[in-house]
């Protein structure tokens, strides 16, 4: 829907770029203060390019220059996470995360402490790869209204904070659209997810920004300004939002082929004095139906381009 | 995915009724204090039947015991808007709504001047056909940022709320699930559509509550009870958030169907006062699909056993 032809000075804190509409035929003009980007802030989810096995991750991904990953479960699973972790050490990975824990909600009693020792063996594992933080997809279940299942998340982190203090692993909140708040977490804002953290208030508990969940919120910079106070701005991931989105689950466009305005958030972002991975994490059909390899070069060109 | 098997007892303030998750087999029985209901509140969109003309919406909903109608422009491209208004007052229907008007978004200001001209007529229809308020469907545009695009709805609602005044036809701001910011609109939550009408400070402006859209929203009684007590809550939508839902746009459920909390979102709209209709908007490609009469019946049935 959008095409951006950049125009970026990298040397330079300002960034000029002219943004053509294909169904408007409008030019604007924008200057941005978002730090300029090279890959060595480039992350990449595993499920980004759910095809590939962990192996052929770290391959494709080192080959695009990229060293950054962060490691969804199923990738892990075949391989065991000690082997994973040799494997992401010996290929000199960075991890910023595991992905994912969280779905704490539950109506049964039982459900939920089985949710508890799940996100336990969640920790160990990230501590096994070397990941920085666990990122938490906190839950929602039909017949569980929004704020009891907001106090089952705050209860299921408080069980497991302990474990991550002793495994030195940060579990990061990640707020979710709206959408899926039906069945996947009734933290939908980083309003939500900064009551959580101020509840249980740990150094280990913070944030996981994604722009695709929340670039829609009126709130969205204040909170950003906020966590980076509070200092609970664990992570930032990016995507786009595909207009029209066809699917509520694996629609997801590169950056630049939506309607987020990236560079934006990332400038509040960066303002907060998060330096970390820029984490890209795409669910798409499409993508993940082409030659992945080729994909990857494409995903580090957007990284670059619309960042 | 929820069946809840009605228990109700109308003669009585409070109902008890018992709701049997399909997929968990976990009882709970819940009071609540919304008001009995009969048909007499009840009004459906036509874009809810939307096989249908309205002379068939009209002979349909009246077999069903509904004489509530909110009518879709498309019903009266057909007839014109003078003849729909005499369909509708033969039948001696009432009439809420014309829907719908709004999507004041554009980067080009001739394009807004074109928006606002509309929207005149819209109200002219709207007094044509004796709707009480034109629901505004605010606008949003890939390239306009959010709060530029609220400036834009700001503006186009001021310029045709002169004859709004003169027409005696209130306008109603629809807040939109933040799944249709990108298109669809800047107007995500009653925060927003307040932030509007705190603005404008005008008796013909006012908010549409539609369960679908803002039932996720943490703020949601707060901004109900306020609404209430500011006198901007103009109408009550009701239908449901099916899980999952299959399609971002055309797969709503009935009333009971999903996920929404309808009687309590309607205890908070009671409490304010509200006793205007209650209209049910339901788009499906499911129940476009069947026989539109039997799917009235089990309408007037979702309405008096879930709304």
Not at 13 to 24: C, I, T
Not at 61 to 81: C, L, N, Q, T
Not at 100 to 107: M, P, T
Request: glycine letters at 8%.
């Amino acid at each position: 829907m959008l095409t951006t032809i950049g125009l970026n000075n990298r040397g330079n804190r300002w960034f000029l770029f002219a943004s053509r509409l294909l169904h408007g035929l409008k030019t604007r003009v924008t200057f941005m203060n978002a730090r300029p980007l090279d890959l060595s802030r480039c992350a990449i989810h595993t499920q980004t390019t759910k095809p590939w096995s962990l192996a052929q991750c770290i391959e494709g991904y080192g080959r695009a220059g990229i060293r950054g990953i962060s490691v969804w479960r199923d990738v892990i699973e075949p391989v065991g996470a000690e082997q994973a972790g040799k494997m992401l050490r010996d290929a000199g990975m960075q991890v910023p995360a595991l992905v994912r824990g969280g779905f704490f909600v539950a109506q049964d009693a039982m459900a939920r402490r089985s949710a508890i020792d799940v996100n336990l063996r969640r920790i160990d594992e990230a501590s096994a790869i070397g990941a920085q933080m666990v990122v938490l997809v906190c839950g929602a279940a039909p017949g569980v209204a929004l704020p009891e299942a907001r106090k089952h998340v705050t209860e299921g982190i408080a069980a497991v904070l302990p474990r991550a203090r002793s495994a030195g692993v940060k579990l990061a909140i990640e707020p979710l659209h709206p959408m899926y708040a039906a069945d996947r977490s009734c933290i939908n804002r980083m309003a939500e997810a900064r009551l959580v953290c101020e509840q249980l208030a740990d150094p280990m508990l913070g944030i996981a920004v994604d722009v695709y969940h929340v670039w829609w919120d009126p709130d969205l910079q204040n909170e950003i300004e906020l966590a980076g106070r509070q200092k609970t701005l664990f992570a930032f991931h990016v995507c786009d939002w595909r207009v029209p989105t066809r699917d509520l689950l694996t629609d997801r466009g590169l950056m630049g082929e939506g309607c987020i305005d990236i560079r934006t958030i990332r400038s509040w972002v960066d303002k907060t004095g998060f330096d970390g991975p820029i984490e890209i994490e795409v669910f798409s059909q499409d993508y993940w139906s082409m030659d992945q390899n080729e994909y990857v070069a494409r995903i580090a060109e957007a990284f670059l381009s619309h960042s």
